[in-house]
């Protein structure tokens, strides 16, 4: 696993959040993600038009409801909140306040997280700044190989431009 002291800029907070994704995905890599994530005894919260709900079972019913209406799954990990609001069905993505991530503990659990959705769609699992995800810094095989790509202080250089 990488080491929070070679990727603590990253989460430096500059007002903007940091998604994980996969792309190129289908209604079935979706299945598999929704199977792993009810799997197990993670922490969850669905809610439909901002209103506490029961997760269907089926996540081709998320995508079959009316899209005026809004769907949010919250995973918290290792105290940080990753949210799902199943924008579409060709990209998994869940955001995260990059605050959250504050330690060793914090990223080491996020990274198994990305590890798992990698192994379950086969494919791979990014971290990028928000609504960029063709500009990643973090990586995870399906084997669970982390990668870091460093931005070279863009979130930190930002975060101290800050009025």
Known sequence: MLAWSEVSDEFAWEG???DICITDTS???W???WEMLRSGDR???YFVDGENAAPPENVVEIFARPRERTFLLAVLVAGARLNCHFFCELEIEFDLDPRQ???QAQLDAVLAFMADLAAVT???S???PENAHDAPFLSVTPSAKSKYISTHGFFRDLAFQKP
């Open 16 to 18: 903007s959040w940091r």
């Open 27 to 29: 209604i079935s890599d």
């Open 31 to 33: 299945q598999a993600t």
């Open 43 to 45: 922490d969850l919260n």
């Open 101 to 103: 991530i504050v330690g």
């Open 122 to 124: 086969g494919k791979i």
């Open 126 to 128: 990014t971290m990028t």
